[in-house]
Nanobody, 121 residues
Framework: QVHLVESGGGLVQAGGSLRLSCAAS????????MGWYRQAPGKQRELVAS???????NYADSVKGRFTISRDDGKKSVYLQMNSLEPEDTAVYYCYAELARSLLSNYIGYWGQGTQVTVSS
């Protein structure tokens, strides 16, 4: 079994900050790319930010300069620092990780259960 557990969501005023954390646990051999997605009511899930095992990052245009993704491979964790939050950032944020469960396994994508972020104006 593999689990991705997010934490750090909540309610914040516009202009404020939140830091999301996601920890992977279970039978894990190796983790490749990790990332954060979000889904607002009535909208499709969209990529917010991703980070490769080598540390290369990619951001949605709407969050560039405001959000920072990082990872700690020793803790099997990925983080999202969100600054200058806007009401448009309100959504459920999902952690994503591509991981292999053994040396001979393929990398498969796993999702966390999601954490709510609400930004009030």
């Amino acid at each position: 079994q593999v689990h991705l557990v997010e934490s750090g969501g909540g309610l914040v005023q516009a202009g404020g900050s939140l830091r999301l954390s996601c920890a992977a646990s279970g039978s894990i051999f190796s983790i490749s790319a990790m990332g954060w997605y979000r889904q607002a009511p009535g909208k499709q899930r969209e990529l917010v930010a991703s980070i490769t095992r080598g540390g290369s990052t990619n951001y949605a245009d709407s969050v560039k300069g405001r959000f920072t993704i990082s990872r700690d491979d020793g803790k099997k964790s990925v983080y999202l620092q969100m600054n200058s939050l806007e009401p448009e950032d309100t959504a459920v944020y999902y952690c994503y990780a591509e991981l292999a469960r053994s040396l001979l396994s393929n990398y498969i994508g796993y999702w966390g259960q999601g954490t709510q972020v609400t930004v009030s104006s």
